[in-house]
């Protein structure tokens, strides 16, 4: 470990027991897995309703899944594609596809197939490994492609293949989950190409191609929205997700004692770096959620003494406001905190008068590898980013002249630091543009507005960017436009946040309708074909016909107007 970061402000609340910058090790984040599994073969690595899964068991079955990929002809470079919710073969198979030499493209189990499409299109892959309750809707994505762009291979799995279907007692999965956890789907027809069993796999006995990446390879393809277009892939090395990993385990204390609640999804860069990649890391317990149910969560953390709780802040109102929640034991808890959303300081109050626990907020992007901002455990600060941490320079800077501006002063939030990515995949334009040199570093524009206290706290106070935070998860309204408009009924729509008491935000589409459906087309049509083309959490809650929609004097849709006209309603 090295301490040659320049002193800022906030390091004066640095943890005493950290250096101000690591050295991470220069090694495939496959090594890590591989590393804990000799040290602690034994060891549960993994729990899912009462199943345990040892490190010595889940490296074995990536280097079985690793050899059966590159039989099917994944090769070094190639990128898979990555769709489930939490369950132990999302791990398994993450760390396959990384043993096989390959690309990790995760992708969020609640896109349906128009929006599938991009990810299989983009990003250039032939292979999928897929739960079998999504594989029809990917299958359906790539049947719509061209021939030449269509997957190849998919590998289907069910979830009942890591657990046992009617266990019972206090294991047990919720009732409400038995039709989609345990429910067995037929394999679907993938046009042009093979779809493959999970035990087929996973009974391969071949030996698996010798491990070629190292730390500068290329080892995930994350998606990221933004102002305009559809998703863009972050190109992540094993270097650039490695120091975050280690960087995770140090700032919230991770031991091969630590028993970790996974129930962050492990599609987003915050759930797969901070808590999967950490856990591996630090030779961790991780006590595996498919979905959030308070009182399931609740139970886990007192049944098995879990230490180590990271999350959305909206799953913390949710399990402080459950009718049960006198039952849970949650003392073992000495760290819980997250991001994706502020946490309400009466909230915080009541958890820490209850349960003696501070939350402690982070801030981090796809680009930035999930975090380069956290408060310090014990000096954590409410609605607060928190400040800098390892590694990792921050500044605020005047958007327009981008020169640094004084403590106190709104402006873009800026980050320099080794878990950066190396640009937008196949965007070389948008690349360029998404950084700025100063003092001679490369710093990453986050669209971020904020600023910066005497402490060298970071405060979020507005966006450049055109975003909405509904419960952690963020919405580009662009996106969610372009979809939109296949809608034959809409000539034009403009999305918006609007206020929501529980989400924090909630999406709002301002829609003109063609003449000849006006008057026949309502709110809820438009809102039901929405759950139909889109993720559940992009579907716009509120619908309102205009007849027009404010342009500026070049035709572009004035959607600050809109969304200011928003903010402002009592």
Not at 335 to 363: C, S
């Amino acid at each position: 470990m090295t301490s040659t970061t320049t002193l800022r402000p906030h390091h004066k609340h640095w943890p005493r027991r950290l250096p101000h910058a690591i050295t991470p090790p220069a090694t495939s984040l496959w090594d890590n897995l591989a590393v804990s599994a000799r040290r602690y073969p034994d060891k549960a690595a993994l729990i899912f309703f009462g199943r345990q899964t040892s490190y010595r068991e889940l490296c074995e079955g990536t280097e079985r899944l690793a050899a059966y990929l590159h039989s099917i002809g994944v090769r070094k470079g190639d990128r898979v594609i990555l769709l489930m919710q939490n369950c132990p073969q999302l791990v398994l198979a993450h760390f396959a596809i990384l043993r096989a030499n390959a690309v990790v493209v995760p992708v969020n189990p609640m896109n349906l197939a128009d929006e599938l499409q991009h990810y299989i299109q983009d990003s250039e892959a032939r292979t999928a490994i897929v739960s079998a309750e999504l594989a029809s809707e990917l299958a359906k994505a790539s049947n719509g492609l061209a021939p030449a762009q269509r997957l190849q291979h998919m590998l289907v799995t069910h979830y009942t293949d890591a657990f046992d279907a009617g266990v019972s007692g206090p294991d047990a999965p919720p009732a409400a989950w038995a039709s989609w956890l345990t429910a067995q789907h037929p394999l679907p027809a993938l046009e042009g190409g093979s779809v493959h069993g999970w035990a087929q796999a996973l009974a391969c006995s071949a030996a698996p191609p010798a491990l070629e990446v190292g730390p500068d390879d290329l080892s995930m393809l994350p998606y990221t929205s933004g102002t305009t277009g559809l998703p863009k892939g972050c190109m992540h090395t094993h270097r650039s997700v490695m120091h975050n990993v280690e960087a995770t385990g140090l700032w919230v204390t991770m031991t091969p004692e630590t028993v970790s609640l996974g129930v962050v999804p492990m599609f987003h860069i915050t759930g797969m770096v901070a808590l999967l990649h950490a856990s591996i890391f630090s030779s961790v317990t991780v006590v595996l959620l498919p979905r959030w149910d308070r009182d399931l969560a609740g139970h886990l953390i007192s049944h098995y003494g879990v230490t180590h709780w990271l999350n959305i802040p909206t799953m913390v109102i949710d399990l402080m406001a459950s009718p049960h929640l006198d039952r849970y034991d949650l003392s073992s808890l000495v760290f819980i905190g997250g991001g994706g959303a502020a946490m309400p300081q009466a909230v915080a109050q009541r958890l820490f008068e209850k349960f003696q626990l501070h939350f402690a907020e982070g801030y981090g992007l796809t680009e930035t590898a999930a975090p380069s901002h956290f408060n310090p455990p014990d000096e954590a600060k409410l609605q607060c980013m928190g400040i800098p941490w390892l590694s990792t320079d921050s500044r605020i800077i005047d958007p327009e002249n981008l020169q640094e501006l004084p403590i106190g002063e709104q402006g873009e939030i800026i980050i320099h630091g080794p878990q950066l990515f190396h640009g937008y995949w196949k965007q070389p334009e948008a690349s360029a543009q998404a950084f700025v040199e100063l003092e001679g570093k490369r710093f990453f524009r986050t669209g971020d507005l904020g600023r910066m206290d005497e402490d060298g706290y970071f405060f979020i106070t507005d966006r450049l960017k055109r975003m909405i935070n509904a419960s952690g998860f963020k919405v580009w309204p662009s996106e969610v436009e372009m979809l939109m408009f296949r809608h034959p009924a809409i000539a034009e729509a403009c999305v918006i946040a609007a206020r929501d008491s529980y989400r924090g935000e909630t999406v709002k589409a301002v829609v003109v309708l063609r003449q000849e459906y006006r008057g026949k087309v309502g709110a809820e049509d438009i809102i039901a074909w929405c759950r139909e083309h889109m993720a559940a959490y992009k579907v716009p809650r509120i619908v309102e016909f205009v007849d027009a929609l404010p342009k500026s004097g070049s035709g572009k849709v004035m959607w600050r107007l809109l969304q200011e006209a928003e903010q402002n309603k009592p």
